[in-house]
């Protein structure tokens, strides 16, 4: 519709017909990553429920306390979770019962309090992100270091651009 | 380990740092396909729910239907849900209900029945497939043609690649 206001389009019909190519294009693009991202997905849950005897959303939660070494708030995890569709509680809640984490007070606000990981799910998380990692690696093992330089660059590109977007909904 | 064992790698050190180094990449693109598709699929969720008042598996049946113009059982239909997460019952169901799909016997087989669109269900679905491609021409805007190639390529290496270790694993 647009292009048809747009003066500097010379050839309408190609410019349509262009458009249009592009536009399938990155419908295609979409339909390929929907399918890896899901076949990935499916086969990482797979492996760390056989091999770990855990599931996707505790290890978003301990990787998330692993990186965050002074812990997290049950607000923080919820971010965390949002995007792996948990329960925050009841996840925490096992994850405190199994002795990976610990609920502590914080400083100077009583009502407060964070968890974080315990020496003991320090540990068990290196375990699971080094198999994760391992998965990751072969699942993606056609990919080599050059690809995977180029897919990280426009992936982040594509992240952005949805980052941006999102941003103006709200 | 199976580095150790190959005799042809000269310096091992540096042969496990590039392993290494192409592991971390690979678990990068990983990271980045999952935060992509997981945005991209939020929002067409969202645009089908807001503009349409539909949901993404009962658009998935639809476009397996639309593409198989004699239909589909529901044997074949479950394998297009089991991607979505659907319940290919339910979801027929109402589809028949809203006049969008209708059961159909097959010929030659009195007990086998199949689904297919009704000519309203065509025409809605044109409308829906038409707003999803201009949703992803959209959010995917930033990949211009020949990167939306390469893509597309180097996408379609990584699910034969996924789909061959699936079926080794059978």
Do not use: C
């Amino acid at each position: 519709m647009s292009l048809a206001s747009t003066p500097s389009r010379k050839n309408l019909t190609s410019g349509l017909d262009a458009g249009s190519a592009a536009s399938k294009a990155r419908l295609r693009v979409w339909l390929r990553i929907l399918k890896v991202s899901r076949l990935i997905e499916r086969e990482l849950r797979e492996r760390l429920r056989v091999e770990f005897d855990t599931t996707l959303p505790r290890f978003d939660v301990m990787a998330a306390l692993y990186r965050a070494e002074k812990g997290l708030n049950m607000s923080e995890l919820s971010g965390v979770l949002r995007v792996s569709n948990g329960n925050v509680t009841g996840i925490v809640g096992r994850l405190v019962a199994d002795g990976l984490i610990v609920r502590v007070p914080v400083e100077g606000d009583r009502r407060a309090m964070i968890v974080r990981l315990t020496a003991k799910g320090r540990t068990h998380f290196s375990e699971l992100a080094k198999g994760h990692e391992d998965w990751v690696n072969e699942l993606l093992g056609s990919v080599d270091a050059t690809e995977a330089e180029t897919l990280i660059a426009q992936l982040g590109d594509i992240g952005r651009r949805l980052d941006q977007l999102k941003a103006v909904d709200k």
